[in-house]
């Protein structure tokens, strides 16, 4: 019996942010869940998904995955993009969703099974000066985790990415109107940035995995000589030093440092990673399930990684839902070069409205053993939280040029 896509439906809701969630029902009355955040653009891709996309899903085959993917990327003239690949991420997820609960397995068992017990994860810790920071170290230490993203503020500047001053959690996106704008100073990150990595080292001692995020704001050259001041520290990874458009510029800060670096969470295909890892010019992709078109691309993509040695670490921020998460262990589990999956967590609300069977314990993540992705989603809960605009800030030189966010 061929089962059918009998109706799609787009949900829009804001527990605390805003998710686009995607419904699949068929005609045996599966349903399947789909992430398609793109934060501070949802309801473009939400428009993108129920006027473009969800016409064609309805009378489609849900087990002809792969075939479904390639009829919304290869079908199509306009392709690519943040818009299109989460929309088809979406769409991706909640087919293989679809098929682990026609199966009766999770998602993880269709992808050829456990090829580890567990994933190790690594989470935030922020905090405005050394002191804060360390302590904010401190507290993830207490709840297991072995790998922490440490980010602080800057001398001179009143907001820098990665932290919030004054707040225990950092929250990029602004609710209100338009996006709030930060000033930045290179040299003045340059020269502190050694010295805040240096003291956390120092205080942690050697076994925990450090990570620091630059987020595209240095040119290759800067990256360099952060990278040779940085090796030292041991990081595990340094990540997004520069922007990645120019796939071949990162050769210049493979000449002069020896530190891992990992990018890759803006990144939509393949293509935008290919260069990177065929020169081996990354140690780590960190390229997002519902960014990158769901997990059938994504398998490909870090199938390719597999064969030059690079490691996948995909982007796990709270601005993509528990669905996302949910659909990135899965692959984790069963995906040999998977390195670690990078967790921040949800406010309590997300709760209310995503169900989720994945488990934290102890440093490492587990997908849970539930049919499909192991996530149901609440739609009167979710109906308690309408859409609120809000967008991710942009950065401006100390001169007032426009500067990579």
Do not use: C
Not at 208 to 228: F, S, T, Y
């Amino acid at each position: 019996m061929t089962r059918v896509i009998d109706a799609v439906d787009v949900i829009v809701s804001s527990p605390g942010r805003n998710f686009v969630t995607l419904k699949i029902t068929t005609s045996d009355g599966l349903v399947g869940w789909g992430d398609a955040t793109l934060n501070g653009r949802e309801l473009s891709v939400a428009s993108y998904l129920r006027d473009h996309l969800a016409p064609a899903l309805v009378g489609r085959d849900a087990d002809r995955i792969e075939d479904t993917w390639n009829y919304f990327y290869r079908g199509v003239y306009w392709r690519r993009g943040p818009v299109a690949m989460a929309s088809i991420g979406a769409i991706d997820m909640a087919l293989w969703d679809i098929k682990g609960k026609a199966a009766g397995v999770p998602v993880y068992q269709l992808l050829g099974g456990a090829v580890r017990d567990r994933i190790l994860t690594y989470t935030h810790a922020t905090g405005w000066d050394v002191p804060e920071l360390l302590d904010s170290v401190a507290e993830r230490r207490v709840q297991g985790y072995r790998a922490v993203r440490v980010q602080s503020g800057v001398p001179g500047l009143d907001k820098v990415y990665g932290v919030t001053k004054g707040a225990a959690v950092y929250e990029p996106a602004g609710r209100g109107v338009g996006p709030a704008e930060e000033v930045w100073d290179t040299s003045a990150y340059l020269r502190h940035a050694p010295v805040v990595l240096e003291a956390v080292r120092e205080a942690v001692g050697p076994e925990l995995k450090l990570l620091h995020d630059v987020h595209h704001r240095l040119n290759p050259i800067e990256a360099a000589r952060l990278g040779k001041a940085l090796e030292p520290v041991d990081l595990f990874w340094l990540e997004d030093v520069t922007p990645a458009e120019n796939q071949m510029l990162l050769r210049a800060v493979r000449q002069h440092t020896t530190i891992p670096l990992a990018i890759g969470e803006v990144f939509n295909t393949v293509w935008d990673a290919q260069q990177l890892i065929t020169e081996r010019l990354i140690d780590y992709i960190r390229v997002a399930v519902v960014h990158a078109g769901g997990i059938s691309h994504l398998r490909k993509i870090f199938a390719l990684a597999e064969v030059f040695q690079v490691k996948a670490a995909p982007h796990g921020p709270s601005d993509v839902s528990p669905i996302n998460m949910s659909a990135s262990l899965h692959l984790g589990l069963s995906t040999t070069n998977f390195a670690i999956q990078e967790f921040m967590g949800y406010p309590a609300q997300v709760g209310e409205v995503f169900h989720s069977s994945y488990r934290y314990d102890d440093g490492y993540l587990h997908p849970g053993d539930e049919p499909g992705l192991g996530i149901e989603f609440d739609e009167a809960a979710a109906a308690r939280f309408p859409y609120s605009p809000a967008y991710l800030p942009i950065a401006r030189d100390l001169d007032g040029t426009m500067k990579d966010w």
